[in-house]
């Protein structure tokens, strides 16, 4: 005679312990920590990757500028901006003077761009936001570009400090993801800061 399992044989027989159960959930959890890691490094390579390519755009647009104009962006006197970070006015000012707009560097009065040309077309408009009341080049993180220019011109820029310089006419950089502004290229340096120091 065929034997048929009972209701309580089948339900023990289709069903996960609770000790099993655990384990598939720990499983999963496992797996799902791993592509969420996964996601996170690739979307930090990829901001990684936009910045990098926007400070080339920005460092092009300054290229192009000092081949029409023979000289950095300057102000009223024709003075360029000290060997220090731009402030965010002077940011302001630079990103203005690079898309076109006829001013100086330390006043709205004419004489940073009087051809008007846009040395800076192929960067996106999503990347310009206003900072604490400036117009500003932002990196995917949300915050300005940092520019630092050879204001002697001897191709040296002082890093923070004065302890050394960098044999370059400008530095461009991005503070990165934790914001922390140290931009000095060794390897002693910020690691998740995107640098550009370059000879024109």
């Known amino acids: 005679m065929e034997h048929y399992p009972s209701n309580t044989e089948r339900s023990h027989l289709s ?8 384990l598939v959930m720990a499983i999963i959890a ?25 400070i080339n755009s920005i460092s092009l647009a300054l290229k192009r500028y000092y081949g029409e104009y023979g000289t950095w962006p300057s102000d009223a006197t024709g003075a360029v901006p000290a060997s220090n970070p731009l402030s965010a ?11 076109g707009t006829n001013i100086n560097m330390s006043t709205a009065a004419a004489g940073g761009n009087v051809r008007k040309i846009n ?41 923070f400090g004065g302890v050394t310089n960098v044999y370059a006419e400008y530095g461009i950089w991005s503070k990165g993801q ?15 800061n995107v640098t550009s120091w370059q000879l024109k």
């Open 119 to 159: 040395f800076l077309e192929s960067l996106k408009s999503s990347r310009i936001k206003t900072i604490g009341g400036y117009v500003n080049l932002v990196d995917p993180w949300g915050t300005a570009y940092q520019v630092r220019l050879d204001d002697a011109g001897d191709q040296q820029i002082p890093m």
């Open 15 to 22: 069903s996960f312990t609770l000790v099993e159960l655990l």
């Open 178 to 192: 934790d914001l922390i502004d140290n931009p000095a290229p060794t390897e002693n340096s910020n690691k998740d």
């Open 30 to 54: 496992v797996l799902a920590g791993m592509v969420l890691g996964a996601l996170g490094s690739a979307r930090s390579a990829a901001k990684r990757a936009q910045a990098a390519d926007e």
């Open 89 to 99: 006015a002077e940011l302001q000012s630079l990103y203005l003077i690079l898309v």
